[in-house]
Structures are given as structure tokens and as C-alpha cells.
């Protein structure tokens, strides 16, 4: 019995310290998939498929508010301290009246490729946190519709570490979106659905993403296409709720560190102009930033003029 008490204090402490909590719609009682929650300080994590994430005092110990926010409903704050095992967001009736609704009759069109700028060089590469989303503009070079047919996403999956087995086993949940052209910046949210994509250590260079399905089609004032990383998923394909931080002692104190994942994101000085713009997602006004010196004048890739990611673009050029 004197054996047993500490087993079960070791796992009243571990229930305790990993909570997992639901996101849901507060009208239809359904699962909320990949809800934002921002912990107020830059960081934050992500719901699953199943809306669930799990938060722990022991791994966030500052941390006293939460800040739950989704697609198509109004962000809610809440008290760490007292944390409800299901989380109800109200829907947003002005964000859900934009629906897109397209009718594809068969038409002729055309297949245009925009080439990806594809590397190997890990030091030309970014290294994706789930705190940054990336987002590349392309224009619309026709008057005719066009429609998006496949994004091409250059990926390097080696580890930096030449010692390291390239068969290193990973997969990475990602989440694709997509926005209208602000003026040269990215601006509202289009309305399509997250596309939510997995890559793994098996994938080639130049990964290829069908999004045919989902009828994208490229406004007249152009289009700006992100991805942003979810985490990486377990073995049935579902996002692992993990710690997406670790903590390093400088001296100002200790810092929170995001956790790189991979595939590594490679960058190229190949493509005119800047293209590529990025922003934190766990801060409140979320601002884009253009990725040139005025984002940073100490960024090895900036330095060196490696400014753009190189995506590409398989289009359907309809014919009138």
C-alpha cells in the first residue's frame, strides 16, 4: 500500500497537469477544428481536428488568460485558473455571410504552370514555428477566369545534421488560406475553407498540393496564398498536443523558445521583387510584415537577399 500511494499521487499530478479541453460551436455543439489559442504573449497552440487541445500550468506557468478564437466566430477570453473542460464560441453572423458559391459548368481551359524556385541549401531555408504564417502573392496575368489548380510548395526534409539518417521519420500538419490583395499587402480573408495538408520525410522537394477541389479562383486584383504550421501529427494523421515551446535561461530571465519543425521552408533570390510577407498569428492585431530589410536588417536570409519563398501554381485558364 506504502508502494502503491506514491504511483497514485505520481498520477493524480500528471491528470492534473494535462488537461484536455474542447473548442465547440456554441449553436450546433460541434467540434471546432484547429482554433486558434493565443496565450496573450506571442505564443500559443492549436486545437486539433476534434477541436481538443490540452494546457497545463505546469508547462505554461505565466500564462493566466487564454484567447480562443476561430474562423466564422468571436474570439473569447478566459481565466487559466478556471478553465471549463468545454469551450463554446458564438458564431460571427458578418463573417459567415461571405460564402462562395460557384457553379463549375465543363469548359475548355488551358493549363498554366508557375514554376517553384526549389533548393537544398538548409542555410537558405526557414525554419517553421507554429507562430508564423508566411503568405506569397501572385498576380492574375489573364482577363479570363482562373482558377487555382495545384500549389507547388518547395520543402527540404534532411536534417541539418549530416550524421542523421535521412530516413528520419516526421509528418507535419500544415494549413493553407488564402487572401485578397490590400493595397500590395494581404488583406481580408477569402472565403474558402482552411485546407489542412500533411507533409512527411517520404515527400519530394517540390511538393505538390491538388487544391482543385476546393474551386479557388484568382481575384482580378491578384491573390496571396499562406501556409502557416500546425505541428506534427501522430500516427493516425491527428495533430500531437505537445509543448510547442521550450524554455532558455539568458540574462534577462528565461525565455520561451518556439519549437522548429520540419520540413525546413527554403527561400530563394531567384524571383523580382518582394513577394513574401509574414506575421506572428498569436498576437491580437496580427500585422503583416513584407519580408525585406525594413523586417529585419539582422536576418541571415534577408542579408544574403534571400526574400521570397519559392511557391509555384498549376492554373486553369477557362476559355470564354
Not at 103 to 116: D, F, G, I, V
Not at 256 to 272: A, C, E, G, H, Y
Request: charged share 25%; with cysteine; net charge positive.
Amino acid at each position: 500500500m506504502k508502494k502503491l500511494f506514491p504511483l497514485l499521487l505520481l498520477f493524480l499530478a500528471q491528470t492534473i497537469c494535462s488537461q484536455t479541453y474542447t473548442v465547440l460551436d456554441s449553436v450546433q455543439k460541434s467540434p471546432i477544428s484547429y482554433a486558434t489559442i493565443s496565450f496573450g504573449n506571442g505564443n500559443g497552440t492549436f486545437a486539433d481536428s476534434d477541436g481538443n487541445f490540452r494546457f497545463s500550468k505546469k508547462w505554461y506557468p505565466d500564462i493566466d488568460s487564454l484567447y480562443i478564437s476561430a474562423l466564422g466566430h468571436k474570439e473569447k477570453t478566459l481565466a487559466t485558473i478556471s478553465l471549463p473542460k468545454q469551450i463554446l464560441l458564438v458564431q460571427d453572423v458578418a463573417e459567415l455571410k461571405e460564402v462562395v458559391i460557384t457553379a463549375e459548368k465543363k469548359r475548355r481551359y488551358k493549363t498554366k504552370k508557375l514554376p517553384s524556385e526549389v533548393h537544398n541549401d538548409y542555410f537558405n531555408c526557414w525554419l517553421p514555428t507554429v507562430e508564423s504564417e508566411i503568405a506569397v502573392f501572385f498576380p492574375k496575368s489573364s482577363e479570363k477566369p482562373t482558377k487555382i489548380a495545384s500549389v507547388y510548395l518547395p520543402v527540404k526534409v534532411e536534417s541539418s545534421n549530416r550524421n542523421a539518417s535521412k530516413d528520419q521519420s516526421f509528418s507535419t500538419l500544415f494549413k493553407m488560406q488564402f487572401y485578397n490583395n490590400d493595397n500590395g499587402y494581404p488583406g481580408k480573408r477569402l472565403p474558402y475553407e482552411d485546407i489542412i495538408f500533411n507533409i512527411n520525410n517520404k515527400d519530394k522537394p517540390n511538393f505538390e498540393l491538388n487544391v482543385s477541389e476546393y474551386k479557388i479562383y484568382i481575384p482580378k486584383k491578384g491573390v496571396f496564398i499562406s501556409i502557416q504550421v500546425l505541428g506534427y501529427a501522430d500516427k493516425d494523421g491527428k495533430l500531437q498536443q505537445a509543448k510547442k515551446y521550450h524554455e532558455v535561461e539568458t540574462r534577462k530571465g528565461i525565455i520561451k523558445v518556439s519549437t522548429t519543425f520540419r520540413p525546413l521552408l527554403p527561400f530563394t533570390d531567384r524571383i523580382n521583387g518582394y513577394k513574401t510577407f509574414t506575421r506572428r498569428i498569436f498576437y491580437k492585431n496580427r500585422t503583416w510584415q513584407r519580408f525585406d530589410r525594413e523586417y529585419s536588417k539582422n536576418n541571415n536570409l534577408i542579408k544574403n537577399n534571400n526574400t521570397n519563398y519559392g511557391m509555384g501554381l498549376k492554373l486553369y485558364v477557362y476559355e470564354e
